[in-house]
């Protein structure tokens, strides 16, 4: 089985790809003869069916970090959600045939991969990967890893526990709709205030907010009451922090200048808080949230980032089918 298969892998593959950092409309292209990765004795080589954007890859693209970062050529994306057609001698959870999801990253901003989820085949060791619910699609698993392990690693990171009541800024995002339904159904928080324009507040409560503030209309942080936790995606924390108690914690996940006692964390990927989230995930407690514009094809990835730049989503943008 597994011989057969290797033969049938391609040498090279369609990928997206930029060579300079800048704008993605300006440096993002299709190319069609892009090798495909050699994998390391702890990776599997996936055939990818799904792959999700995140606000990082844009500004990777621009350059943001690139002090840090692995030097261009660069094939974008951290998610990957596809299916398992090469297995690295030390590999010991996947064989040839799973379907898998993850976030390829283990840092996001550290030497990330040069080649990412933007293309029919990547790489990823298996340490950042899990089996894909049977529940969920490909697209809907895509969607998921970075934005539900940042949801989850910025709660642990609060110590949030059950009881306790958070406000959620900018909860209709790819990370805020985890941040509500985690807080919610996972750790038991007793309140959950979340921050969305007019048109999405609905969708707050449906994931779990019990406050949904319209903040076209309100400031949040002159809400009557205080939160245990504040949890900021979207770079206010100087605003975030006149909304929580004395003695409670306000996580940003924006980077730049942070409000003390805010603080940020960088997230690191790992297969084991998918694990973890597993059985809320197949009891559908927890649901992934796609953008209504989603998926998008392959060949439409450039405007998928536009998109995604406009800071309007709802949810995740999702690129599939990937040929």
């Known amino acids: 089985m597994a011989a057969a298969s290797t033969d049938s892998i391609p040498s090279v593959n369609k990928a997206w790809v930029y060579s300079e950092y800048g704008k993605s409309a300006d440096v993002l292209k299709l190319d069609p003869n892009v090798p495909v990765p050699e994998i390391k004795e702890d990776q599997v080589l996936i055939k990818v069916v799904a792959a999700a954007l995140n606000p990082i890859d844009y500004k990777r693209a621009l350059g943001y970090f690139k002090a840090i970062d692995s030097p261009p050529p660069t094939v974008p994306g951290y998610d990957v959600a596809g299916v398992v057609v090469k297995v690295g001698s030390q590999v010991t959870k996947f064989k040839v045939g799973d379907e898998v999801y993850g976030d390829l990253n283990e840092k996001a901003v550290q030497n990330p991969k040069k080649f990412g989820s933007l293309a029919e085949y990547t790489a990823a060791e298996e340490r950042v990967l899990a089996l894909k619910p049977k529940n969920l699609s490909f697209v809907e698993a895509a969607s998921l890893p970075l934005a539900i392990e940042t949801a989850y690693e910025g709660l642990e990171r609060t110590e949030f526990s059950a009881g306790k009541s958070i406000l959620v800024l900018g909860g209709a995002g790819g990370v805020g709709t985890h941040v509500i339904q985690l807080a919610k159904h996972v750790f038991g928080a007793s309140k959950v205030a979340a921050t969305a324009s007019t048109r999405k507040l609905e969708l707050l409560r449906s994931l779990g907010a019990d406050l949904a503030v319209d903040y076209t209309k309100e400031k949040f942080e002159e809400l009557p009451e205080k939160f245990d936790v504040v949890y900021d995606t979207v770079g206010e924390s100087g605003r975030a922090v006149k909304a929580v108690k004395e003695g ?69 943008v999702v690129v599939h089918p990937i040929p």
Request: hydrophobic share 35%; proline share 10%.
């Open 248 to 316: 409670g914690k306000v996580v940003t996940i924006v980077s730049g200048a942070v409000t003390p006692p805010a603080f940020s964390f960088g997230l690191t990927s790992t297969g084991t808080v998918l694990e973890k989230l597993k059985p809320y995930l197949e009891s559908g407690k927890v649901k992934p949230v796609l953008d209504p514009t989603s998926p998008y094809p392959f060949s439409k990835t450039v405007e998928a980032f536009a998109y995604l730049e406009t800071s309007r989503a709802t949810g995740k």
